[in-house]
Nanobody, 114 residues
Framework: QVQLVESGGGLVQPGGSLRLSCAAS????????MGWYRQAPGKERELVAN???????NYANSVKGRFTISRDGAKNTVYLQMNSLKPEDTAVYYC????????WGQGTQVTVSS
């Protein structure tokens, strides 16, 4: 059974930083993508960033230059460093792993507010 465990969410003031982590465990093979989506209240889930097994990255325009995605292949862990946070970054952040199958984390709340 594959499990994705997220950590690092919380409350931060505008302009602050947070680092999210997501560790995948279990019988998981052939990871092609790891990444993060987010969903704000009343909005659809949107892609934030992803990273391939070869470490190519892709970002939503709204987070380019502020967020950095990275991964540790040996640990099957993906990270999201979020800097210069804005109130509009407030959402539940979900990590995912894509093999032939899609696996999701349980979500972690990020709230940006003064």
């Amino acid at each position: 059974q594959v499990q994705l465990v997220e950590s690092g969410g919380g409350l931060v003031q505008p302009g602050g930083s947070l680092r999210l982590s997501c560790a995948a465990s279990g019988r998981i093979f052939g990871i092609s993508f790891m990444g993060w989506y987010r969903q704000a209240p009343g909005k659809e889930r949107e892609l934030v960033a992803n990273i391939t097994s070869g470490s190519s990255t892709n970002y939503a325009n709204s987070v380019k230059g502020r967020f950095t995605i990275s991964r540790d292949g040996a640990k099957n862990t993906v990270y999201l460093q979020m800097n210069s946070l804005k109130p509009e970054d407030t959402a539940v952040y979900y990590c995912y792993v894509l093999t032939p199958y899609m696996y999701w984390g349980q979500g972690t709340q990020v709230t940006v507010s003064s």
